[in-house]
């Protein structure tokens, strides 16, 4: 029989979240809590790196995922993070589950804190949902994966985090989000993260897709206020030092919210002719899946300026910071 050396420690920094038993969005997180966030996602990145990728901090605990809605990367993330963490991680599908038999989604919730969840990490199609759980739940905490096109917290944590990794400090740096602003949670959280670190916000696409606030105005207090809207993306990418091109989210649009696929593609889509306005550093960033060829030509989404795969790989991160930093407290637990 071989023995097995004991799993490296992970060098956490010294610092942790405020007690906090939910995250469901970004705009209650402080710039220093994110960066503890970030920090310890950085750790947790090494033991991505490892051969043997697993560490025993979560041995014991139990994570319930939830995805009432379709999902890769954020559902396969969650389930390696907290197996990675040695958790014991359980997947329950909308289908198969008695959600189809039209449970509510209050019992369904009650249900699983009696199983002694905990933590449940929920998608689901209606904005709202995973507040209404967590308003409910006594003991077991609840991460918003994404609420109809509300909230996706830990996605904008891993753009953050890949952002910083390669542009240092957010502060004064410009990033140009452009696309389906309407129906994207993944944008309005970002807003937030993007506002605390202290970036500046320039979003861009058709006027039918931006929420009517800030489509009216620019720097307007509206949904995504703090960002100014620029429909002319060539203008919008001077010198930016980011370029986050959005999913056209089209089970979510009504008829007449797009001109024509043609249209949009002409106007918005991030191509290389358009990264020339940009910074010559300036990141292609997309959370995935892209319909490549219409937010995003094929090249630039495959080419050097793309993190898009970095993005997935610290979105396993960040998802491992986030269960730790919820279960433990943040109290250093390596052994
Ligand atoms: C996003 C989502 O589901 O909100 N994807 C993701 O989580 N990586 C964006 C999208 O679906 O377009």
Known sequence: MTSQAPAEPIALPATTLAPRRHVLDLDDFSRTEIDIVLDTALAMREVLDRDIKKVPSLRGKVILTLFLEPSTRTRVSFEQAGKMLSADVINIAGSGSSAEKGESLLNTTLTLQAMHADLIVVRHPQAGAPYFMARHLSRTGIINAGDGRHAHPTQALLDLMTMRRHLGSLDGKKVVIV?????????????????????????????????????????????????????????????????????????????????????????WQVTEARMGRAKPSALVMHPGPVNEGIELSSSLAHGVASVIEEQVTNGVAIRMAILYQLLTGGELQTA
């Open 179 to 267: 696309g389906d602003l309407l129906h994207s949670r993944v944008a309005r959280s970002n807003v937030f993260g993007l506002a605390a670190m202290g970036a500046r916000v320039v979003i861009s696409g058709p006027p039918t897709l931006i929420p009517l606030d800030l489509s009216r105005t620019s720097h307007s207090q509206g949904s995504l206020g703090g960002a100014a809207y620029e429909p002319d993306l060539d203008a919008a990418m001077d010198d930016a030092d980011v370029v986050m091109a959005l999913r056209l989210q089209t089970e979510r649009q009504t008829a007449g919210m797009l001109p024509s696929v043609r249209e949009y593609t002409r106007r």
